[in-house]
């Protein structure tokens, strides 16, 4: 059973005690007597819009998927993300964790499709304890590149599930939900990397990247 302590605690990457995370939750949650649901909506819309959403050249190694390093870097993907988030909610005290599944995603590009070897994405993203119930939270596709895809941006008011875009804003499927993965209360760089190597083995560069020579941006589709 999975104590209380155990999903507020600082990891080796949910390093929630370092300057870096500090920082970034108080700027994202001024004042600290606002309420948890307050404060895990402040710190998703932080981390969905002030962490620019890249899958391409995305550091993998050790120290780029610290909660620290990304709060620095402002830039990762779903994992990233999700690292960053589960640490700054457990700064509030509010208990979190990081989840993995997968996603079909209709509308990446042919590119993004080679990449990750499909359209069955690897995606990850949280769980947070508000209210005496868990909720799913995904803060990750930020607003500019939403509207770059024509996708409305994921939002969360702290009282429902916030977990997948179905459609776009010209009604085509965007992203199937395809079954759960993982739960990660203390997320291990090797148990990522070999999950994340297991379903995307030609993603990687190295062992510590991911493929570099593209751009979400640039593949945008052009939209009237």
């Avoid at 302590?5 to 949650?29: G, I």
């Avoid at 870097?73 to 640490?87: E, N, P, V």
């Avoid at 739960?183 to 560069?205: C, T």
Wanted: hydrophobic share 45%; aromatic share 8%; net charge negative.
């Amino acid at each position: 059973m999975t104590t209380a302590s155990a999903l507020l605690a600082a990891t080796d990457l949910l390093d929630h005690e370092s300057d870096e995370v500090r920082r970034f939750v108080a700027a994202a949650v001024p004042d600290p007597g606002v309420s948890d649901r307050e404060k895990a909506v402040a710190l998703f819309y932080a981390v969905r819009d002030g962490v620019f959403y890249e899958v391409y050249g995305a550091d993998m190694s050790h120290e780029g998927l610290r909660a620290s390093s990304v709060a620095t870097a402002k830039t990762g993907f779903c994992l990233h993300k999700s690292i960053l988030y589960a640490a700054a909610t457990r700064a509030v005290g509010i208990p979190s964790r990081v989840l993995a599944g997968e996603v079909r995603n209709h509308l990446a590009s042919d590119k993004l499709k080679d990449l990750v070897g499909g359209e069955v994405f690897l995606h990850w993203l949280n769980e947070v304890w508000l209210d005496g119930r868990w909720l799913k939270t995904t803060p990750v596709f930020n607003r500019m590149l939403c509207k770059l895809y024509g996708i409305a941006p994921l939002e969360f008011d702290g009282t429902a599930d916030a977990v997948y875009h179905p459609y776009d804003e010209q009604g085509r499927q965007h992203m199937e939900f395809v079954g759960a993965v993982a739960s990660f209360n203390d997320v291990e760089h090797a148990a990522v990397i070999d999950l994340m190597r297991g379903r995307h083995p030609n993603m990687f560069a190295s062992a510590t990247a991911v493929r570099s020579g593209g751009s979400l941006v640039d593949e945008a589709p052009t939209r009237g």
